[in-house]
């Protein structure tokens, strides 16, 4: 009686809206990398609301399915996950922690937002073995050290919930990964008066609180038993909250239900069939039509508050049961978890190839002098108007995103990526090789990669589907202007065409077509909200059929009364996708002026190639017939451990593949200041031990080489010690290589540092990088090395500079010249081109190796000291930039180690 008293008195004050979203956080497997210190482990989660909200919270973690030494726990505000053993030879630990969270936040309504914004915190703590044995958790939980932490963004929808699986990389120090899912989703809307907000909020909640599971909202039943009396009530109504706000929450559930529903028979083919249930979808169309009809026959405003608060009642029950149903369902589900997994690494990787600019041309324009003189002041202009351009300042964040690990426009570096296909493939027709359809398969409108709102599948039965649900939609004021604006969308985003060089002008032309129907009436209409497709073509035909039949039974957001025009949080094209859309646009047409006639990586459908992070397949043959040997070699002073991380990606970029990885430690520290021949023979003799283990020789055979050790490999690639592996040679990566040496640097102060250290060391391979270990610059080593073969034995031939890096300049890690050296007309100038034509003229030659330049142009954000101005930061930034190393190899380079 006193809840109802209380309600009733909701009614004719001033009602606070209490949205209550349930979050279940699922942690699966922790996989060992390069854990340094063994011993036992456990996850802390801290979850926050990011605005500042008077938000309360409820935790709780279940009991482990999987026994270990300690189970989870609550500590405060801070939820502990099992606590589990990782010894040396532990490669993966599996767990099924679930930590569900219960976040109570006001809502006002009459200026709704459908983004709510979570703060994750995942924390690695350690503990050695000793005296942990036979003791309470209580008695050591003191003792453990915290190892690592990742701090990530849940961007949740209350309209359109959040469903996400990742894994999370802790730091190169303690590398491993710990995997987890999170579902989360609207559950209710409470309406409360504003004193007893007050004072739930200023007490914690309990078991027989507001929020327990045990008292429901307000039963139907007695809200219509309470209607009389509300009607006839002579109370003076204060700062009444006004009816759209009550209508908006009606929505906002509705929304949130159909969302919830169209991803249970989203995921539903992926379980196991023995797991299938009958479900019966809530036609949540068919809803919303009641509901204005009922309104429609409301007579004063009390009556339509007593219809929406009992609608807002069953929507919040029923919402209660599908989330209890849905994650019995899904819960540590291999297959749900799989495509969730999917999902996010194609969505992580599309937004890694913004900034990515891509050209190509026939291997002839190697040597095309002038051009390339232009181009290198071009490409700094290029990626500077990138840089400062709205388009990379918008680039949206993931559902579940790391700063550290996923990058802002501050920290993402930006590259130029320039194919020079081999003169046999190259057509000389009007468009560009037919490679770059193999390559990039590209079939959309750019935008359409952020428009989850359209099921577009080139099916005659569905098109057929879709005529038959415009015919029940023709009632609808608006239906007609919505339609041809879907249609259009739809035949230029998937048209089914494959657009080659000639036709890239056109695409943007195109985009641009689509943004403005998009852009022009954006607030007036909505497509459904609740229905995510990807473009994967291995999914599921059921699930996607499932998924298609959904659609009629989703809220429809039509502006079909002046009570319902006030909501508008149920659009899937939210204004942030918007803008980011207008400014690409934007930025394409600006480069487009200046002179830049390639393309966005980011423009294309899928990218060349796209492996799950730890989803390999279930057998894979490792048989040395079938073996692929990458060979590493480091730099000056360097150490083995250098190319770690390229090596760690590499692994994750490519699971199934079958790689084995030889990281050279023959030329160490102090030793690289000798000279190149005698670097040359330990490797060649480290190279050969190596090979000989195998009973048979790999079946191909790839190099990586950061900056000098790229001489290092050419070298021993002349000795006729290596000549069986010569036929087996595959890619070729260089890593801010000085091929051509260290001249016309233009830094003086590294000058100076080299004559300095030449000096000190005494080194040997300096000198000769300076090309001053002969009086005849043609006698030099450098020189005689460019003579001999090297480059045309390979398939893929990938260069790496950046103009920041004054250690290596970029003309000479990419093997050009430069508009001052091809002018300079003297003795120096004529040596160093043909040196570049001793390096590039067999490969044109060949007629088999495609040859990729890379200029990167780094962000000064990651390093503004001392050694950011003298080149040392860009130079090294290959080697322990986590962010340019993931980015530059699952983008582009990781496809031509396969």
């Known amino acids: ?175 491993g990964a710990v995997s987890f899912t999170v579902h989360c989703s609207l559950i209710s809307v409470n309406i409360l008066p504003t004193k007893a907000l007050e004072n739930h909020f200023r007490n914690s909640c309990s078991e027989n609180g507001w929020f327990s599971e045990e008292t429901n909202v307000m039963s139907y039943r007695q809200l219509m038993q309470s ?89 919040s029950n029923s919402l209660n049961s599908l989330w209890r149903r849905f994650l019995q369902m899904f819960r540590f589900s291999t297959g749900v978890t799989q495509k969730l997994a999917i999902e996010h690494h194609s969505s992580r990787v599309k937004r890694f190839a913004d900034g990515v600019l891509v050209t190509e041309n026939s291997s002839q324009a190697l040597f095309n002098t002038d051009e390339q003189a232009q181009d290198a002041v071009a490409q700094l202009k290029w990626a500077d108007i990138i840089r400062r351009s709205s388009y990379f300042k918008l680039l949206p964040e993931l559902q579940i995103h790391c700063l550290t690990l996923d990058g802002t426009a501050c920290n993402m570096p930006i590259f130029l990526e320039e194919r020079f296909e081999p003169t046999a493939s190259w057509s000389t027709g009007s468009g560009s090789p037919a490679s770059i359809a193999k390559a990039f398969p590209f079939k959309r409108s750019p935008f359409a990669d952020n428009q989850r709102g359209f099921n577009c599948r080139k099916s005659p039965t569905l098109d057929a589907r879709d005529q038959k649900k415009g015919s029940a939609l023709r009632k609808f004021p608006c239906f007609e202007r919505i339609k041809t604006q879907y249609l259009k969308f739809k035949r230029l985003c998937f048209g089914g065409k494959v657009f080659n060089c000639a036709s890239l002008p056109n695409l943007a032309d195109d985009q641009s077509e689509v943004h403005q129907i998009l852009l022009s009436d954006a607030t007036k209409f909505y497509s459904d909200p609740v229905i995510s497709v990807s473009g994967d073509d291995d999914y599921s035909e059921k699930g996607d059929e499932m998924l298609e039949n959904s659609c009629e039974q989703s809220v429809l957001h039509f502006k079909r009364s002046d009570l319902f025009s006030t909501y508008e949080c149920g659009s899937s094209v939210d204004q942030s996708l918007l803008m980011y859309a207008e400014a690409k646009e934007q930025c394409r047409k600006i480069l487009r002026d200046n002179g830049f006639s390639g393309w966005l990586a980011s423009d294309f459908a899928t990218l060349p190639l796209q492996r799950y992070y730890f989803l390999s397949p279930t057998a894979v043959d490792r048989s040395s017939s079938n073996l692929h040997l990458v060979v590493c070699v480091h730099g000056l002073e360097g150490s083995p451990c250098d190319l770690n991380m390229v090596k760690f990606f590499i692994q994750l970029n490519l699971p199934g593949e079958n790689i ?85 640097n233009k830094s003086s102060f590294v000058n100076i540092g080299l004559w300095f250290m030449q000096k000190w060391k005494k080194s040997g391979s300096l000198r000769q990088l300076t090309m001053k270990d002969n009086a005849d610059l043609r006698q030099c080593f450098l020189y005689q090395l460019s003579k001999l073969p090297c480059f045309e034995y390979f398939k893929y031939v990938l260069l790496v500079g950046s103009p920041d890096d004054y250690y290596v300049p970029l003309h000479s890690a990419l093997i050009q010249t430069t508009k001052s050296i091809h002018t300079a007309g003297n003795s120096l100038s004529t040596v160093y081109g043909e040196m570049v034509k001793n390096l590039l003229e067999p490969v044109v030659r060949s007629g088999r190796t495609l040859t990729v330049r890379y200029t990167v142009m780094h962000s000064p954000v990651i390093d503004t000291g001392s050694a950011y101005l003298l080149g040392r930061t860009a130079h090294i930034a290959v080697l322990d930039n986590d962010i340019f190393i993931e980015k530059f190899l699952s983008v582009s380079a990781v496809r031509y180690f396969t």
């Open 1 to 175: 009686l006193d809840q109802l008293i209380k309600y009733r008195r909701a009614m004719v004050a001033d009602d606070v809206f209490v949205s209550s979203v349930k979050l279940s956080l699922e942690l699966t497997k922790l996989r060992n990398m390069a854990l340094k210190l063994f011993g036992y482990y456990h996850i802390r989660c801290q979850l926050q609301c990011a605005k500042k909200l008077a938000s309360k919270m409820q935790i709780q973690v279940s009991k482990p399915a999987i026994p270990h030494l300690f189970p989870g726990t609550v500590l405060k505000d801070t939820a502990i996950g099992t606590t589990f053993e990782v010894s040396r030879n532990c490669r993966c630990v599996q767990f099924a922690d679930v930590i569900e969270y219960w976040i109570h936040i006001p809502v006002d309504f009459t200026k709704v937002e459908d983004k709510v914004q979570f703060n994750l915190s995942l924390e690695l703590w350690h503990i050695g073995k000793d005296g942990v044995l036979n003791k309470n958790f209580d008695d050591v939980v003191d003792m453990f050290k915290q190892i690592s932490k990742r701090d990530l963004v849940l961007n949740f929808s209350l309209s359109k919930g959040l469903h996400c699986h990742r894994p999370v990389l802790f730091d190169y120090q303690c590398l």
């Open 227 to 315: 209607s009389v009396a509300l009607k006839n009530s002579k109370r003076p109504i204060q700062k009444e909250v006004p009816i759209t706000a009550y209508i908006s929450a009606f929505c906002l559930l509705l929304n949130a239900y159909g969302a919830l529903q169209a991803k249970l028979l989203q995921l539903l083919p992926y379980l196991p069939r023995r797991d299938h249930i009958n479900f019966q979808p809530l036609n949540c169309s068919k809803k919303f039509e009641m509901m204005e009809q009922n309104l429609s026959c409301c007579t004063c405003d009390l009556e339509t508050k007593v219809i929406c608060v009992s609608q807002i009642v069953f929507l």
């Open 660 to 744: 084995d990885f030889l990281m050279s430690r023959r030329n160490q520290m102090d030793t690289t200041y000798k000279e190149f021949q005698l670097m040359t023979r330990n490797f060649v003799e480290e190279l050969l031990l190596h090979i000989s283990q195998y009973p048979q020789l790999p079946r191909r055979i790839s190099f990586i080489g950061h900056s000098l050790g790229t001489i290092i490999i050419r070298s021993a690639l002349a000795d006729p010690r290596l000549q069986s592996c010569l036929p087996r040679l595959h890619t070729f990566l260089s890593l801010n290589g000085p091929h051509c040496g260290v001249l016309y």
